[in-house]
């Protein structure tokens, strides 16, 4: 009896080789906590309350039906237990590598072109972000998307002639950047095809995309959710994305813009020169995807993340927002090995090509590794601050002010992390950042300014290792109430005399909110 062998090139160990490197290149990501714009989300799909017109309300511009639908199934079956969320999230982009793997197939009718365009894309160090982060779950679902409308695109049968129509809508329901999509394919269709034939079999798509900024223009003039401020176009947002497709992110912060654009603009020729002289539907199509899935982003504005970043500037890198141009890029590069791979010129070809691949897999490894860490120390930061107001959580009733010191991210984001977990709706929230006691020098200066009057304030302290955090925080606090008292007298002195004597007793009492919240911050540095 012959034994079935199992090939190399079959389909099956490809998908199961690309889940498995997903996964670990992924898994130290899985225990981390929630962190920044995901407490938006939690916070939206708690509230809801069954007002699903909501789902259509604009975020950052686009409507987003699907991703609110996605983290209200999550929230169901998960409630606010981070971990199914980041499982998920590695589960839809080793999705998305298989598909692109189909995709590739199905262009290049080459597996190895598919293998190696799947693995750069699912370990790629430049996209990141919109695995590790929850709230990017937008851009792992448009990618989905694009990818099933694009395949069902060029497979396209009498049978389910609908469908390609039907993704595509669904695409735009993730997020409008798809708006590009259209001109993806049109560039992708063979060369050989009359340009009436191109134009009309995606005429269809743009009648969507029509119709769909006829729906958003009727929105912002309704003033119907939440409206982004107008954004100027500038060439000169999508250098540095462009670059950080090849360079890592980490490396290209420290250079200028103009080495940046430089950058970007040598890997545009490079594209265009690879396009033209291939001559390949695969290369095209890459081609199309990088460039085209780039474009969104010159309406946009990032910082590049560098080696010093913290979780909360990586924020503010274009890491997510690359995530379909990188499976363009993907397809280009893995064209580029393969025909080296498959030289029978020089046998030293295929020695390089290897060891090209396995550098790249190696970098991407080491940089998503670095770039793990700063999160993992982010989200864990967040986590304790939760804790903090866990241990303070008498003080979280409606209507009252919480004066947050030291915690992670942004005043939005913390309102949001404390709507979500502990269901308020009307909690007034402020956030200090660890070097804010600095400012407080007098009291023009004083952070409590005109909420003097709200006896309801309360200073919440987040000091990670230090051994008398809950006694800082008590002192803060009994402080704080004295300041208040200050100023509500200040309001109402009647002389000179008693304001300056008032005002010297208000300055005493800030210096030592100064020295505590200061003393709150001396052991960060050994942590």
Same mark, same amino acid.
């Given at each position: 009896?012959?034994?079935?062998?199992?090939?190399? *090139?079959?389909?099956?160990?490809?998908?199961?080789?690309?889940?498995?490197?997903?996964?670990?290149?992924?898994?130290?990501?899985?225990?981390?906590?929630?962190?920044?714009?995901?407490?938006?989300?939690?916070?939206?799909?708690?509230?809801?309350?069954?007002?699903?017109?909501?789902?259509?309300?604009?975020? *950052?511009?686009?409507?987003?039906?699907?991703?609110?639908?996605?983290?209200?199934?999550?929230?169901?079956?998960?409630?606010?237990?981070?971990?199914?969320?980041?499982?998920?999230?590695?589960?839809?982009?080793?999705?998305?590598?298989?598909?692109?793997?189909?995709?590739?197939?199905?262009?290049?009718?080459?597996?190895?072109?598919?293998?190696?365009?799947?693995?750069?894309?699912?370990?790629?160090?430049?996209?990141?972000?919109?695995?590790?982060?929850?709230?990017?779950?937008?851009?792992?679902?448009?990618?989905?998307?694009?990818?099933?409308?694009?395949?069902?695109?060029? *497979?396209?049968?009498?049978?389910?002639?609908?469908?390609?129509?039907?993704?595509?809508?669904?695409?735009?329901?993730?997020?409008?950047?798809?708006?590009?999509?259209?001109?993806?394919?049109?560039?992708?269709?063979?060369?050989?095809?009359?340009?009436?034939?191109?134009?009309?079999?995606?005429?269809?798509?743009?009648?969507?995309?029509?119709?769909?900024?006829?729906?958003?223009?009727?929105?912002?003039?309704?003033?119907?959710?939440?409206?982004?401020?107008?954004?100027?176009?500038?060439?000169?947002?999508?250098?540095?994305?462009?670059?950080?497709?090849?360079?890592?992110?980490?490396?290209?912060?420290?250079?200028?813009?103009?080495?940046?654009?430089?950058?970007?603009?040598?890997?545009?020729?490079?594209?265009?020169?690879?396009?033209?002289?291939?001559?390949?539907?695969?290369?095209?199509?890459?081609?199309?995807?990088?460039?085209?899935?780039?474009?969104?982003?010159?309406?946009?504005?990032?910082?590049?993340?560098?080696?010093?970043?913290?979780?909360? *500037?990586?924020?503010?890198?274009?890491?997510?927002?690359?995530?379909?141009?990188?499976?363009?890029?993907?397809?280009?590069?893995?064209?580029?090995?393969?025909?080296?791979?498959?030289?029978?010129?020089?046998?030293?070809?295929?020695?390089?090509?290897?060891?090209?691949?396995?550098?790249?897999?190696?970098?991407?490894?080491?940089?998503?590794?670095?770039?793990?860490?700063?999160?993992?120390?982010?989200?864990?930061?967040?986590?304790?601050?939760?804790?903090?107001?866990?241990?303070?959580?008498?003080?979280?009733?409606?209507?009252?002010?919480?004066?947050?010191?030291?915690?992670?991210?942004?005043?939005?984001?913390?309102?949001?992390?404390?709507?979500?977990?502990?269901?308020?709706?009307?909690?007034?929230?402020?956030?200090?950042?660890?070097?804010?006691?600095?400012?407080?020098?007098?009291?023009?200066?004083?952070?409590?300014?005109?909420?003097?009057?709200?006896?309801?304030?309360?200073?919440?302290?987040?000091?990670?290792?230090?051994?008398?955090?809950?006694?800082?925080?008590?002192?803060?606090?009994?402080?704080?109430?004295?300041?208040?008292?200050?100023?509500?007298?200040?309001?109402?002195?009647?002389?000179?005399?008693?304001?300056?004597?008032?005002?010297?007793?208000?300055?005493?009492?800030?210096?030592?909110?100064?020295?505590?919240?200061?003393?709150?911050?001396?052991?960060?540095?050994?942590?």
């Amino acid at each position: 009896m012959v034994k079935p062998r199992l090939k190399a *090139n079959n389909i099956l160990l490809h998908a199961a080789v690309i889940i498995l490197v997903t996964f670990i290149y992924y898994y130290n990501s899985l225990n981390n906590f929630f962190y920044a714009d995901d407490f938006i989300w939690l916070d939206r799909i708690k509230h809801l309350n069954g007002n699903w017109i909501n789902i259509f309300n604009l975020e *950052n511009g686009y409507f987003t039906p699907l991703t609110y639908i996605s983290f209200y199934v999550s929230n169901m079956l998960f409630g606010l237990t981070p971990y199914w969320y980041h499982l998920t999230d590695v589960t839809i982009h080793a999705m998305n590598g298989l598909l692109l793997y189909f995709l590739a197939n199905c262009v290049s009718k080459s597996r190895l072109i598919s293998f190696i365009a799947a693995l750069l894309f699912v370990t790629s160090c430049s996209t990141l972000i919109t695995v590790i982060c929850s709230a990017a779950r937008t851009d792992l679902l448009i990618v989905s998307l694009s990818l099933g409308f694009i395949i069902t695109f060029i *497979n396209k049968s009498h049978k389910y002639r609908f469908m390609p129509l039907i993704l595509y809508v669904l695409t735009l329901c993730a997020k409008g950047t798809a708006l590009v999509v259209p001109l993806i394919l049109f560039l992708a269709i063979p060369k050989e095809k009359p340009i009436k034939s191109k134009i009309a079999e995606i005429t269809p798509y743009f009648a969507v995309n029509a119709v769909y900024l006829l729906l958003l223009t009727a929105t912002y003039s309704f003033s119907i959710g939440e409206i982004s401020a107008p954004y100027k176009i500038s060439f000169i947002n999508i250098a540095g994305p462009l670059a950080s497709l090849v360079v890592p992110e980490r490396i290209l912060a420290g250079t200028s813009n103009i080495m940046q654009g430089l950058v970007g603009i040598i890997i545009f020729t490079a594209l265009v020169a690879v396009t033209v002289r291939a001559n390949s539907v695969t290369v095209r199509l890459g081609t199309a995807l990088t460039v085209c899935g780039i474009l969104p982003l010159l309406t946009r504005s990032y910082v590049l993340a560098g080696s010093e970043a913290s979780a909360y *500037n990586m924020l503010g890198s274009p890491s997510n927002r690359i995530y379909l141009s990188y499976t363009g890029i993907s397809l280009v590069c893995a064209f580029l090995l393969s025909q080296l791979i498959q030289s029978e010129r020089h046998r030293i070809f295929r020695i390089i090509s290897v060891a090209a691949l396995v550098s790249l897999l190696y970098i991407n490894y080491y940089e998503n590794t670095m770039r793990l860490r700063i999160w993992s120390k982010g989200t864990s930061k967040t986590s304790y601050d939760l804790s903090r107001l866990n241990k303070d959580a008498s003080m979280l009733t409606e209507d009252s002010e919480l004066l947050l010191y030291n915690f992670e991210g942004s005043t939005r984001f913390s309102r949001a992390m404390i709507n979500a977990f502990f269901d308020l709706k009307r909690l007034d929230v402020n956030v200090f950042r660890a070097d804010s006691y600095k400012m407080f020098t007098t009291v023009d200066e004083s952070f409590i300014d005109k909420s003097y009057n709200n006896s309801s304030i309360r200073f919440v302290m987040s000091c990670p290792t230090h051994p008398y955090e809950d006694i800082l925080e008590k002192d803060s606090n009994i402080i704080l109430q004295s300041i208040l008292a200050g100023y509500r007298n200040l309001a109402t002195s009647t002389s000179a005399a008693e304001s300056l004597t008032t005002t010297k007793r208000l300055e005493n009492d800030i210096a030592k909110l100064k020295i505590l919240m200061n003393e709150c911050l001396l052991n960060l540095k050994y942590s």
